[in-house]
Every structure is written in structure tokens, then in C-alpha cells.
């Protein structure tokens, strides 16, 4: 016997499916087929296993006067008769697995499918189905098949707003089709309108005694308080998905059984599990959860700031910075994250949604959460390249800095929009903000935030040619730099050192690294650490020091692998790889500056504006490794390679090496 288990959210289409299926099936079950709704979220009370015994038994053909009235009997009865029968018995909406297993027939070849929105662990399934929501373009296709496609394509964008809204679910979308049906009159434009909020959505999909919230509550109040309570605060959950630590953070529960909790509301049908330990709500589900949060009073309040906290707590430990560099805001028993790396594991895990959190912070009234949150994740942001994603957020807490409660805050978050803009190579724009930082931290008499301003303002004139400038305002920054802040003293100095070597003063760079290397020690940090030992090492190698270099370099690139930043262990194996080549062995290089051009392809083109300078840097380094070791053909690849790179236009210095690259071959 087939058994097939067919689960999901409520609204999902279930019921249909297993309709449909069994016209599919019927021919090849000459016995028939026999449907019996099981009403696990009827209004009457669910069909009892005697009850759907003896109606099945009835159907079959039995006495209803003979067949017996016990429901050992009735099962006994029911296996008997279908013994040499091959049935296709269709079970829907069914309680769990204890409802179902009397009700299976007992001859081969018989099938039997059945539906409920809890996972029926407890049943023997051949096989199991879990339904997501419906694809965007099927969406579209039902929506137009129930308010006319002509209508549906009069006004596109209005339809596949609609559609959004719905999320891919098909109660909703008929729901919807529906009002549209009795109200031709109306534009897509003027439904759309009307579903803004979440109350006004879950409202419009509401139609005689179909409603999705409807759907949602009887689901909600099937389970144990809780798994109740965890239900509720996922509605003011910054992000769609998320893991055990959000809502034990919002309940004060340990992680284990807010663990156990969203499992059990994974096996209701109402929270999905993309991948192990990962969960997600449908956003309509979500909608209702939010709904119900707000009806207990200081939920919204206690409830979503906690989740928030959560998110600071990560990104601030996950930053490079320091707790230093941080108001001190955090939670009174310390972090939740035993160390940098949990959490920025933890972020990885949330992806591109982490950047949601500061307007979810905003929308809750919550300006200081916002800011601080915004200022934590730039490091994390830009870190891995995600320069965008930084602007986006810091703008977005720009606009609340001056009215957050915390002064620091609006020269803090404008030197991390410099700091975006600076690593993106927007000089200018980086200029900018740096300068109206500086401007800020001098009125508050802020040294900390004065010193990251004009550290960037140096970075920024060193970029733009203005060597004058640029030691003077990182010279500033050295002075009033506070002796706590060790990753901030560590940047200033690397920074005048590289203003030594444009200045030709390599001695003096190198004695600059140095004092940004002790600093790194103190931070502790991989990526820090990485930074300062190849600032050092590019002293050596123009020192003529290699063998000096070469150490540095390969731990540096080993902490670079550490702390998985591509773009730092791309640059990093390149100049291992001319450190090599200096010291006379062009084959061993090559290896280094291969792999170095692996991590650079590594790199997302969207998101890394070096990638294609950097992949012009390499593979000079590259073919002038080929010149050395003899093999001119293979530098002439490079050195061309190089030269079509798509933005090598862009790159004066890295096309006059590959041009003259390709001469000496």
C-alpha cells in the first residue's frame, strides 16, 4: 500500500492537490475511490476514526446495522473488507497520525492520500510533501485566470503587487480573485490601496467564510501556550528568517527550548525550515502573528527591542573595532555570542536581510537601536565587500542621528559613511563626509570621532594625489587619537605610512607599519593583523628586503584565510607572490600569484569595485614572473589578459605595466 502525506501552511491548497491527484489516479484503482473529510478545522468537532469507520464501511456496501460500533471492531471490520480490494481512499484535513491509522485499507495496491497542516510524523508515508508557496509567475497565472487576464494585464504592476501580497498563497489569491469578481468597477490600482497595512491586508482577504486569518487562528489556537507565545513575538522579528537565538532572545528563554518550540510549529504548519536550524514564517502568517502580538500590551515594546539587541549584540561583536569603540548599551550578563566569530557566523547566516533591521528598528520607534546598529554592522558590511549595503543602512540612520538620544552618533555614523565611500574609491563623496564629521566631533570635543575623520580626510587626499594634504591630516589624527582605541591607532598608522612611502621616506613607512602592527597585537583581530603585516611587508619589498617580507606575507595571508575576506587575501598572495619572485624563484611565485587570482574570481563583481584593477595587478605580476622564469609566451598571455580586462581603461598605472609588459616579451 502507497501511503502519501501531504502537509503545509494553512491556505497552502492542499485539499486541491489531493483532489486533483486522485482524478489522476482513479483508472488505476478499479475498486474506486472514496473521499472523507476528517474536519481537524471544521467548525463542528473533528470526524472520530469510528465515525469515518463506519461511513466508509457504509459506502463500501456494508449493514450499517451489522458492521459494529466499537473501533476496534469497526477497524477489523474495515481491514476484512478491503483486503482484496485496491482502493483509492482520499483523507483530508486530518488531525495527526492517531486519526488517520485506523482509517488505512488493508489491500495491495491500495492508495491512500492525506492532508493536514502538521507534519503526521506518527504515520508510515511512503512519501512525504511539504508545499511551499506558489512560484511568482504561477501567482500571476492563478490571479489572472480568476480576475480575467485582460485585466490583469490593463495594469501589470497593480497585478503583480497584488500578487506580492499574497506571497504565493493560493487561499489568499482566490480570496482575492473573488472580491475582484464582485467588484469589476474597481482598479488593481484601488485594491492595492487598500491592502497597506498589515491589518488592512489580512482584512481584504477575508470574503463569506473564507478568511485567511481565519485559517491562521484556528491553527494558533490548536497549540500549547508556549509554542503560543513563541508564535506571537515572531511577529516583530526583524527578518523573515531566523534561527533559535531570536525568539529566546525575545522571551527570555534558553536557546534549546525556544529551539523545541519552532520545531513543533515547523510540524503545525505554520513555520517552515529552509535548511537545518534556519526557520521562516510566510508573510502573511507573519502578518497575523504581528496582529496578535500587538493585542498583549508591552509586547511590541519589550518583545522587538530584545530582538534588536540581539542583532547589536552580533554586530558589535563581530566588528573589528572593539568594544571601545561602542556606547555602552549592551546587555547586563554580557554577550550571547561566546566569541567574534559565532557572530559573525551568525550574521553570515542572516545574509542580505541583516541590512532590514535598522528600518524594522526605526518603524519601532526605536532611533537609538537603529543608529547603534547601523554604526556596528559597517565593519561587518564593508568588510565583505558589501559597500552598497553599508550606504544603504547609514543612510537611512542619518536621518534619525540628530534625535536618537546619543550625540556621538552623528559624527559616528558619518565617518562610517566615509569609510563605505573611501573603500568603494569614492573619494569625493568619502571628503565629504569625513569633513562634516571632523566638523562635528570638534563642536562635542569628540577626539575619538575627530581622529577617524581626519584619518579619512588623509586617506582621501592621498587618494586624490594631494600628498601635502594628506600628511597633514593624518599627522592631526595621531595627535588627539585616544590611547584606548587600538584599531583607530593601528589604521593612523598605516595610513602616515603610506603617506611616507609617496613621500619616498621608506624607512620612515616602515617604522610607521611597525607602530600599526603593535597596535593590531592588541586588537587581536585577523584581518587587522593581516592589514598591518603586509603594510609592513610592502616597506621591505621596497627596501629591496624580501627575505624580510616573505614571513610577514605568509602569515598575513594565513590570517586573511582566517578571517575569509577574499579581497585582503588576494592582495596578500600577490605580493607574496613578487616577495618569492624577488628572491629568485619565479616558479614558486607563480603559484602564490595563481591562487591569488583564484581568491580574486572569487570576488562578486556587483560588490567589489577593485575586482578588475585587482585582476590587472595580478596578472602583470604574473607574466613578469613568466619573463623571469623564461617563458615569454605565457607572459604574453598575461600581459594581454590584463589588457582586456572590461574596466582596464579605468586603470592608467595597472595598463602602462601591461603595455610595457607585453614590449619586454
Known amino acids: 500500500m502507497t501511503v502519501v502525506a501531504v502537509d503545509g501552511t494553512p491556505g497552502m491548497g492542499k485539499s486541491r492537490l489531493i483532489v486533483q491527484a486522485a482524478r489522476e489516479l482513479v483508472p488505476g484503482h478499479p475498486a474506486g475511490c472514496l473521499f472523507l473529510d476528517l474536519r481537524a478545522h ?32 469497526l477497524t477489523a471490520t474495515w481491514r476484512s473488507a478491503t483486503s482484496d480490494l485496491r482502493l483509492l481512499l482520499v483523507l483530508d484535513d486530518a488531525v495527526d497520525a492517531r486519526q488517520v491509522r485506523p482509517l488505512l485499507p488493508s489491500g495491495p495496491g491500495s492508495t491512500v492520500t492525506v492532508s493536514s497542516r502538521r507534519r503526521l510524523a506518527g504515520l508510515d508515508a511512503t512519501r512525504r510533501i511539504s508545499l511551499d508557496p506558489l512560484p511568482d509567475g504561477d501567482s500571476l497565472r492563478l490571479f489572472g485566470s480568476l480576475v480575467g487576464a485582460d485585466r490583469a494585464e490593463r495594469e501589470p504592476d497593480a497585478a503583480r503587487a497584488l500578487v506580492r501580497l499574497c506571497d504565493g498563497l493560493p487561499l489568499a489569491l482566490r480570496i482575492l480573485g473573488a472580491r475582484l469578481q464582485t467588484r469589476p468597477e474597481w482598479p488593481l490600482a484601488h485594491m492595492l490601496g487598500r491592502m497597506t497595512g498589515d491589518e488592512d491586508r489580512l482584512e481584504e482577504l477575508n470574503v463569506d467564510d473564507r478568511s485567511v486569518a481565519a485559517a491562521f487562528q484556528l491553527s494558533y489556537e490548536e497549540l500549547p501556550p508556549r509554542q503560543q507565545d513563541v508564535f506571537r513575538v ?3 522579528a526583524p527578518t523573515v528568517e531566523f534561527d533559535p537565538l531570536t525568539p529566546a532572545a525575545m522571551l527570555d528563554l534558553p536557546a534549546v527550548e525556544a529551539g523545541r518550540a519552532l520545531e513543533q510549529l515547523v510540524d503545525a504548519g505554520l513555520v517552515r525550515q529552509p535548511r537545518p536550524g534556519r526557520y521562516r514564517r510566510h508573510d502573511l502568517v507573519r502578518s497575523h502573528a504581528r496582529r496578535l502580538s500587538t493585542a498583549v500590551p508591552g509586547t511590541s515594546g519589550t518583545s522587538g527591542a530584545a530582538a534588536l539587541r540581539l542583532h547589536l549584540d552580533a554586530a558589535r561583536m563581530a566588528s573589528d573595532w572593539g568594544p571601545q569603540a561602542f556606547t555602552d548599551t549592551g546587555p547586563a550578563g554580557g554577550s550571547v555570542f561566546p566569541d567574534w566569530r559565532s557572530a559573525a557566523k551568525w550574521l553570515d547566516e542572516i545574509g542580505g536581510e541583516v541590512v532590514d533591521v535598522v528600518g524594522h528598528a526605526l518603524a ?48 559616528a555614523l558619518r565617518n562610517c559613511m566615509g569609510l563605505a ?6 573619494t569625493e563623496e568619502a571628503r565629504t563626509w569625513f569633513g562634516e564629521a571632523a566638523d562635528v566631533s570638534r563642536h562635542l570635543g569628540d577626539d ?39 584599531w583607530g591607532a593601528s589604521a593612523v598608522h598605516a595610513s602616515l605610512g603610506f603617506v611616507r612611502i609617496a613621500q619616498e621616506r621608506n624607512e620612515d613607512a616602515l617604522a610607521c607599519f611597525r607602530a600599526a602592527h603593535t597596535r593590531a597585537r592588541r586588537v587581536g583581530r585577523p584581518r587587522v593583523l593581516s592589514r598591518a603585516l603586509t603594510c609592513m611587508a610592502d616597506a621591505h619589498l621596497l627596501l629591496d628586503a624580501p627575505h624580510e617580507a616573505t614571513p610577514l606575507l605568509r602569515e598575513a595571508a594565513a590570517l586573511a584565510a582566517d578571517a575569509k575576506d577574499l579581497l585582503l587575501g588576494a592582495l596578500t598572495l600577490a605580493r607574496l607572490g613578487t616577495a618569492v619572485h624577488q628572491e629568485g624563484d619565479p616558479a614558486g611565485a607563480a603559484v602564490h600569484l595563481r591562487a591569488a587570482l583564484a581568491a580574486q574570481r572569487s570576488l562578486l563583481p556587483g560588490d567589489e569595485p577593485h575586482r578588475d584593477r585587482l585582476e590587472m595587478d595580478i596578472r602583470c605580476r604574473l607574466g613578469r614572473a613568466h619573463l623571469t622564469a623564461g617563458r615569454p609566451d605565457e607572459a604574453r598571455r598575461e600581459f594581454q589578459a590584463a589588457l582586456n580586462v572590461p574596466r582596464a581603461f579605468a586603470y592608467d598605472l595597472e595598463r602602462g605595466q601591461a603595455a610595457r609588459g607585453l614590449q619586454s616579451c
Open 42 to 73: 471544521a467548525t463542528s468537532r473533528p470526524l472520530s476514526p469510528r465515525r469515518a469507520l463506519a461511513r466508509m464501511l457504509r459506502a463500501l456496501g456494508g449493514d450499517g446495522a451489522r458492521i459494529g460500533d466499537g473501533e476496534d471492531e
Open 234 to 236: 515572531l511577529g516583530l
Open 364 to 411: 519601532l520607534g526605536r532611533d537609538d537601536l537603529a543608529c547603534w546598529i547601523a554604526e556596528a554592522l559597517t565593519d561587518y558590511l564593508t568588510g565583505r565587500g558589501r559597500y552598497h549595503d553599508a550606504r544603504a543602512i547609514l543612510g537611512i540612520a542619518l536621518h534619525r542621528a540628530p534625535d536618537c538620544g546619543d550625540l556621538r552618533m552623528v559624527a
Open 421 to 426: 565611500e573611501l573603500l568603494a574609491f569614492r
Open 448 to 486: 575619538r570621532e575627530l581622529a577617524r575623520a581626519t584619518t579619512g580626510l588623509g586617506t582621501a587626499a592621498l587618494q586624490s594625489g594631494d600628498i601635502g594634504a594628506a600628511d597633514a591630516h593624518t599627522t592631526a589624527a595621531l595627535k588627539v587619537i585616544p590611547s584606548s582605541d587600538d
